[in-house]
């Protein structure tokens, strides 16, 4: 190891600790769920494919895990007694394992300043940083993704088999994205060079294959992924409200201003990359040419992603931003000691906005790791085992499911996975969940009074349901219904949740 590359790797893990241990909020209440997950692996089998805590959602029916291979790796952290060190420590290592990555590709690549990228990226915006600190696998497949760009262009068989592999295998859901990239890739070789890259596409093929099937029940894993991705645009087309965070939206312009300093310069590197191959004052490799202009277009393609499919796009959109900055100043600008100062300077200041804005978002929108603790340690010692909780939003789902695993819940990680289950008991949680109901809730779109069916008989008979969860900040008008009526009693209450149970006749 390098003197260079040991001071790197210190900073790297210095910056994770302080983005995980210095705020007492997570960032993501997923980190929640992956970490329980994790465990249960650990204290039944890693074969376990049944996951029977979402009573109605097809990830009970498929019995499957499209992110399989990221609760293996999260496995190690679950062994702590202090559990929530244990998702810090995981956090940190997530964080670290992604920079490194993106590191070793643009080390491969041939990038100057190999070590400054990685920490342009961290910065570039405060919602890429706040991304950054989410234990979640979309984070180390975004970072194999940028690898798998390298592979690609480089034609290298066995990199681009096992960063397709690994992909597939942490977030199944995530399959498409190497095949997009590899895609693109093959395009801009094929009408620059007139050269079909067969051999590095199967590789990519094997590698996904490979990825899918290493886990328990490959095909439910295959329904759940057929359900996140394809059900859900279908979803998406009929305008089917399945409230979700904003991160499935298009972006809007307000949050496009979180990226104005990394925007302007993006395009203001693509004048100058632009300016150059109109002048044709600089020759560049076969090679060269195919990082630049198919990093140029994933930018572009995930840029336009972001700003009218989903805004989750943006890291994407700003890794391979990122990427085509670093090529053009390596390509170009390398020489020039005004633009090395230049982007010195942006730097500073991005450093300076991200973490000001990383600071407000975790403040603002941090989950707090305790705030249903008590709730759920309620329902554990006053419930039988796998009787179900119907919590009104299915966002309480992690952290409920961090806490108690002894009780069931009607949904958890995406509403799409309830809607697709069954569409007639979706409406129904979703007119009591959004509060438009109380009294009563219906099994369609479009709630009339012909529709109306009793909200008590529902709880008990469609959902069979024992109690009911929900927050005492978002859900007044459910909290108000249920204590005013006879067929529910109040078992627990603090400042953050409410839990009501059913009482059946």
Not at 218 to 228: F, N, V
Not at 297 to 310: D, E, K, M
Not at 338 to 344: C, N, R, T, V
Request: aromatic residues 24%; hydrophobic residues 55%.
């Amino acid at each position: 190891m390098s003197k260079d590359f040991f001071v790197f790797l210190c900073v790297v893990l210095l910056l994770a600790v302080v983005l995980h241990f210095g705020a007492d909020k997570f960032p993501d209440p997923d980190v929640f769920y992956h970490f329980r997950h994790a465990d249960l692996y650990w204290e039944n089998s890693i074969a376990m494919s049944g996951f029977p805590w979402v009573s109605f959602s097809v990830i009970n029916d498929f019995s499957s895990d499209i992110w399989y291979g990221f609760h293996f790796l999260l496995i190690p952290f679950t062994w702590f007694q202090n559990e929530i060190l244990g998702l810090n420590l995981a956090g940190v290592f997530v964080t670290a394992a992604a920079l490194l990555i993106f590191y070793f590709a643009v080390k491969k690549a041939g990038i100057f300043w190999h070590y400054f990228w990685p920490f342009f990226l961290l910065f570039s915006s405060p919602l890429v940083l706040y991304r950054f600190t989410m234990l979640r696998p979309h984070l180390l497949s975004l970072a194999l993704s940028a690898l798998f760009f390298v592979f690609a262009v480089q034609g290298s068989i066995w990199g681009v088999f096992w960063a397709g592999f690994l992909i597939a295998f942490f977030h199944l859901g995530l399959f498409w994205a190497p095949v997009l990239i590899f895609g693109i890739v093959a395009l801009v070789k094929f009408f620059s060079e007139k050269i079909i890259i067969w051999r590095s596409g199967a590789a990519l093929a094997l590698g996904l294959l490979l990825g899918w099937v290493l886990r328990p029940n490959p095909l439910g894993a295959l329904k759940i992924a057929k359900t996140q991705i394809f059900d859900l645009l279908i979803a998406r087309k009929d305008a089917i409200p399945l409230n979700f965070g904003m991160e499935l939206s298009p972006m809007t312009v307000s949050g496009l201003a979180a990226f104005s300093i990394f925007t302007i310069f993006w395009l203001s590197v693509m004048f100058i990359f632009f300016c150059a191959v109109f002048k044709k004052n600089q020759v560049v490799s076969k090679r060269q040419f195919l990082f630049l202009w198919a990093g140029l277009v994933l930018s572009l393609i995930f840029f336009l992603l972001t700003l009218f499919v989903a805004q989750r796009s943006f890291d994407f959109w700003v890794m391979f931003g990122v990427l085509f900055i670093a090529f053009v100043f390596t390509y170009f600008l390398r020489k020039d000691y005004w633009y090395k100062y230049a982007l010195a300077a942006i730097f500073l200041i991005m450093v300076i906005y991200s973490f000001y804005g990383y600071q407000k978002n975790i403040s603002q929108f941090g989950w707090d790791a305790e705030r249903f603790r008590s709730a759920s340690e309620w329902l554990k010692e006053n419930s039988k085992e796998g009787e179900i909780v119907f919590n009104v939003a299915w966002e309480y789902f992690p952290e409920l499911f961090f806490w108690n695993t002894h009780n069931r819940y009607i949904s958890g990680m995406d509403p799409i996975f309830q809607y697709i289950y069954d569409p007639e008991l979706y409406w129904k949680a979703y007119y009591l969940g959004t509060g438009r109901t109380t009294g009563f809730t219906c099994a369609s779109t479009f709630c009339e009074e012909k529709d109306f069916e009793d909200t008590y008989a529902v709880l008990k008979n469609d959902f069979g349901a024992s109690f009911v969860f929900l927050s005492r900040a978002y859900d007044d008008n459910l909290y108000n219904y249920f204590s005013n009526d006879q067929h529910y009693s109040l078992g627990y209450e603090n400042a953050d949740s409410a839990v009501f149970k059913i009482i059946k006749k």
